[in-house]
């Protein structure tokens, strides 16, 4: 499974991709807005910090204003993805813009019909939002499974991007469901290599070492 980072900041985006673990970056508008920083400005930083696909998200709602805008993001570095929202006119951009040879990731995806529309219309990543699914007690966890078996059943190629990542089992169960990638906040990622059974290995480990004068 790949691990995207669902950031502005560009620098949790250096210390994670330094790690070698971030397979590419999300952004959204709400993420901008908190970086404080200009739009294209910003993701052309964060798409020189990874070679990766990094997300852009369109602010128009009609399919002229996303196609204008689209291509305007693509055009900032070869890794952009231009992000759309699934609606109608959401579509139907994605279906022109995916044409012309853009990576498309149709976001705020809740259902798996929605996801069955987001592949026809030629989208490369759909991503369903697990948390905001979770936060008015629906499973979204369920959603990922019902969207791998119809991409499954019918041999679409559009990744599922599993999104709105809140917590470290999030990660595990996307990784269960057959998630192709997921996209989490950097706290989210970092969490995942804790173990307290590690740490109080290493401190057993160290400690008889420096008894035995063990060096290296
Ligand atoms: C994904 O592309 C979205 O930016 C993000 O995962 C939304 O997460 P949230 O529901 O925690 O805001």
Sequence with gaps: MKFFVDTADTKDIA????????DGVTTNPSLIA??????????AEICALTSGPVSAEVVATDYDGMINEGRK???IASNVTV??????????ACKTLTGEGTQVNVTLCFSANQALLAAKAGATFISPFIGRLDDIHLDGMELIHEIRQIYDNYLFDTEILAASIRTANHVKLCALAGADVMTAPPAVIKSLVNHPLTDKGLETFLADAKKAGIKV
């Excluded at 908190?34 to 993701?43: D, H, T």
């Excluded at 992000?83 to 139907?92: E, F, R, S, Y």
Aim: proline share 6%; hydrophobic share 50%; charged share 25%.
């Design 34 to 43: 908190k970086s404080g920083r200009p739009f294209a400005e910003v993701i």
């Design 73 to 75: 993001l693509a055009k």
């Design 83 to 92: 992000k759309l929202p699934l609606t109608l006119d959401g579509l139907k």
């Design 15 to 22: 210390d994670l991709a330094a790690t070698g673990l971030i």
